[in-house]
């Protein structure tokens, strides 16, 4: 058996899950990653060891620990991993002289609704709300919609509130103030940057400034659209 990350060894929502395998007459698993949960640790490896089943562990640990990123940030920091996003014009506006502006493609929204997919929430701030009345669904893709959120100043955000109701992932599709927000108070896992190469405006509302610990992770172009990945330094 291949698994990214260790199998528990603990009763939570479901029963162990090293006692399945071990109930399976599994012979060797191999292991991506340890689970730095406080519950597990390394214990359900040791079961697993202790049941004659041969374990190896660190296989593409890196890749299995990004696969995984999610979760880490969820049981280790008590919060959702946070994706701040935005799409900017060529000379760095988020909309035309304060009006709405179609920044992305038919493709590239279509890749944005794919990420709201894959995410349980999302957010954005009133001014954005009220501005322009933003779905936040999955209309171009298949799926469930994110969980909706807008934020202000009398009704700020509660990540513990966000924990408790196990949501592990957050993006955010705010406005400039309320992304810088985030990167104020260093509230961010990853950051996704989109702009359309072709377009430039006037003026308007500056995209935020990315952190100085931001390095890119990922970079792909769609026509005459990027979009660059960004997380945190190691």
């Not at 990123?69 to 996003?85: A, D, E, G, N």
């Not at 794919?114 to 349980?120: A, F, P």
């Not at 359309?196 to 390095?215: D, I, K, M």
Request: hydrophobic residues 35%.
């Amino acid at each position: 058996m291949y698994v990214s990350l260790e199998p528990c060894s603990h009763y939570g929502k479901t029963p162990p899950c090293a006692d399945l395998i071990i109930k399976k007459g599994v012979k060797r698993v191999v292991v991506g990653c340890i689970d730095e949960f406080a519950e597990v640790q390394g214990r359900g490896i040791q079961k697993l060891r202790d049941a004659g089943i041969e374990v190896e562990v660190g296989v593409l640990e890196e890749e299995c620990r990004a696969l995984n990123r999610r979760f880490f940030v969820y049981h280790q920091l008590l919060r959702p991993y946070i994706i701040l996003k935005w799409a900017q014009t060529a000379n760095g506006y988020i909309d035309d002289n304060r009006r709405p502006l179609s920044i992305s493609s038919p493709f590239t929204k279509m890749l944005s609704h794919k990420l709201r997919s894959e995410e349980d929430a999302i957010l954005v701030g009133r001014v954005t709300d009220e501005r322009e009345h933003p779905q936040l669904t999955v209309r171009e893709w298949s799926g469930q919609d994110p969980k909706r959120l807008v934020v202000d100043r009398t009704h700020p955000l509660n990540l513990d509130s966000l924990h408790a109701h196990h949501i592990q992932s957050l993006i955010v599709e705010g406005g400039t103030k309320t992304l810088q927000s985030f990167l104020v108070q260093n509230l961010w896992d990853e950051i996704r940057v989109e702009t359309n190469l072709c377009l430039t405006v006037s003026g308007g509302t500056r995209a935020p400034q990315l952190p100085g610990n931001a390095v890119v992770a990922d970079r792909k172009s769609y026509d005459s659209n990027t979009i660059v990945v960004y997380r945190r330094r190691s």
